[in-house]
Every structure is written in C-alpha cells, then in structure tokens.
C-alpha cells in the first residue's frame, strides 16, 4: 500500500511538471480571464481616414490586478481585410472587476475604396471583428484571450470643404 502512495505522488509530480501552467489551471478548475467588444464605432473623420474606436470589455476573475500586454486585431468585411494591426496595451485590469479597454485603429479611405469600390460614404456596411487580446495572468503566464463580433457600421461622411480647417491641413503637409 505504501508502494502506491509513492507511485501516485511520483505521477501526479510528473504531470505536474509536464504540463504547462495553463494546463495545470485548466485541471484545478481555476477561472480564466473573459474579454467582449462592447462596441465599433468611429471616431475622428478627417480628409484621409477615419478613426475605429473599439470597446473591449475585460473580465478579471484573479485576486490580483490583471496586466494587459498587447492588442491584436482585423476587422474583415465582404471576405476582404479592411485592416490589421497590433497595439500595445498598457493597462491593468483590478483585481475581481470587470473594465473597459479602448482601442483605436486608423482606416484610410484609399484602402476601402480599394477593397470595397461599391461603398459610399454613409452607407452601411457588415464587417467581422476579430481581436486577440494577451493579459499576463497570474501563474498562468501569458494568455491569448480571442474575442469576435460581427455586425455592420455606417461608413462615415466625408467632411465637407467648409468643415475643414484649412490652417491645420497645411500645416501638416508642409509639416511632413
């Protein structure tokens, strides 16, 4: 009988160290961070792009704050990339709370135009986000947390000339 106490221990030690830490969680039944896209949205329009606002929701199921160390992210419409990209996170998720995460990306009109030649400015038009969200957790080491949402935004208006502030507008071209 003592004969199997000493197995047992040796196995279980075994796949404790074969296993990642991951793993190990996944095993114990420890809960793993949750993250969402609240919302897509555009933000700043300007003559050559506009500006995608994401809302990613964070879930911290840890006893301790949760480190975010990168955002990953596409966003495809009509089986074409609209864009891609990655942006550094250096937020924090507190410890047993939930917080919203913002992320921006850049779409130039030139690029949809390309992709897209039948969209206008005000129409509407599906798209599928796919973002991998990577948060440093706690004894786990760092975790991919995919997240994707589908749905459709309306493309934004083009300002008009007597919106513009033509002082600015030159400035950054003689600026570059």
């Known amino acids: 009988m003592k ?6 221990l040796a196995a279980l030690l075994l796949l404790f160290l074969a ?21 897509i949205n555009f933000g700043d329009v300007s003559l050559e792009a506009a500006t995608l606002l994401f809302d990613i929701e964070v879930n911290n199921p840890y006893p301790v ?30 410890a047993k709370k939930s917080a919203v995460v913002p992320l921006q990306a ?13 969209i206008r400015p005000g ?7 796919q973002v991998e969200l990577l948060v440093d957790a706690p004894g786990a080491g760092v975790l991919p947390l995919p997240i994707s949402k589908k749905g459709e935004i309306a493309v934004p208006e083009i300002p008009k000339a007597s919106d513009i502030d033509w002082g600015e507008v030159l400035q950054k071209t003689i600026g570059d």
């Open 106 to 118: 850049d779409v130039k009109y030139l690029d949809l135009i390309r992709a897209f030649k039948d």
């Open 19 to 39: 296993g990642s830490c991951a793993d190990i969680n996944n095993m114990l039944g420890v809960p793993k961070p949750t993250a969402s896209i609240k919302s």
């Open 123 to 129: 129409t509407k038009i599906p798209y599928e986000a």
């Open 65 to 94: 704050s949760l480190p975010l160390t990168n955002l990953n992210y596409k966003l495809n419409s009509r089986g074409s990339q609209l864009l891609a990209g990655e942006a550094g996170a250096s937020a924090s998720i507190p």
């Open 3 to 8: 004969n199997n106490w000493g197995i047992t």
